[in-house]
């Protein structure tokens, strides 16, 4: 399922003294099981596109599609767009309410029209999909789990639901870097099964490892798209937005300035690692 804005601006509070343009004849597609990567500043207008992805801003003018069809256009299944369409916000405590855990993640599936073992059971596996013991989660209170915890009961109830989609607001933020690699690689293998991931991130290592193709916002703009290593191979332009670059994409800067032959658009550990071992392997 395609997703593509057309043309699409959006204002905040149109018409008042707190009028913000949060983005500004916006153009782009998104075509399926691809993992997107959408950086920039605060107020850069990232978060306001991936909640026009979502559905959950309606936008001045433009238009936002999903399999060709306008979301906002008359007689649209909104619900369906619901159910195709999963996000998980910077802070998945504020969507976590339920007394326990297997309620929360079977909430989203209430009104499914699904019967209640075909419920139970996608609970169940949207759970253990994520890392869980269905039996020892099930009746935990979804409050009382630690941060990283959250994050994973919030994406097995969007799971349950059976999305193309997945959008992920800083899923990373506050994890150690145990947990981000594993909870990103479990990312990785829904996009590697067909799943479309949309994450935005200030993490420019996670960016750098995980997204096949990176998206730069700026001032309610797409300033950067392309294949992860063309865009942040470009530490220059990065640098102009004010933005961080990959760890391994400075040391290979710092490399080549000193005579060491690293390849151009070398942005992750692996690759920094391989073009110095061949190297050494040369010499």
């Given at each position: ?26 153009s ?83 009104h ?31 409050l ?30 506050g ?6 690699r ?29 997204a ?56 992750r ?8 071992t ?6």
């Amino acid at each position: 399922m395609p997703v593509e804005l057309k043309h699409v601006t959006c204002t905040y509070s149109p018409g008042t003294s707190q009028e913000i343009r949060a983005v500004t004849d916006l153009s782009l597609k998104i075509q399926d099981g691809e993992f997107v990567a959408v950086m920039g500043r605060t107020g850069s207008g990232k978060s306001t596109l991936i909640q026009l992805v979502a559905g959950l801003l309606e936008p001045d003018s433009g238009q936002v599609l999903l399999d060709g069809l306008d979301i906002h256009a008359r007689g649209y299944d909104r619900s369906a767009l619901r159910r195709r369409v999963g996000i998980v916000f910077q802070y998945p405590e504020y969507q976590l309410f339920e007394i326990t855990v297997e309620k929360d993640v079977a909430f989203g599936l209430k009104h499914s029209g699904l019967k209640p073992e075909e419920i139970s059971l996608r609970v169940r596996l949207a759970l253990e999909r994520m890392g869980f013991s269905f039996e020892e989660i099930r009746k935990e209170s979804p409050l009382c789990l630690s941060g990283g915890e959250k994050r994973r009961v919030a994406i097995a109830g969007i799971l349950a639901a059976h999305p193309g989609i997945l959008i992920l607001d800083e899923p990373v933020a506050g994890l150690d870097p145990l947990a981000r690699r594993e909870f990103l690689q479990m990312i990785r293998q829904f996009q590697e099964e067909g799943m479309t991931v949309i994450m935005v991130s200030h993490n420019a290592d996670a960016v750098a490892e995980y997204a096949g193709r990176v998206l730069v916002m700026a001032e309610g703009r797409l300033e950067m798209d392309g294949d992860t290593r063309t865009v942040m191979s470009d530490l220059q332009r990065l640098r102009s937005l004010h933005l961080d670059t990959s760890a391994a994409g400075q040391a290979a800067e710092l490399l080549r300035q000193r005579g060491v032959e690293i390849p151009d658009q070398t942005v992750r550990y692996d690759e920094l690692l391989g073009a110095l071992t061949e190297m050494m392997v040369k010499s």
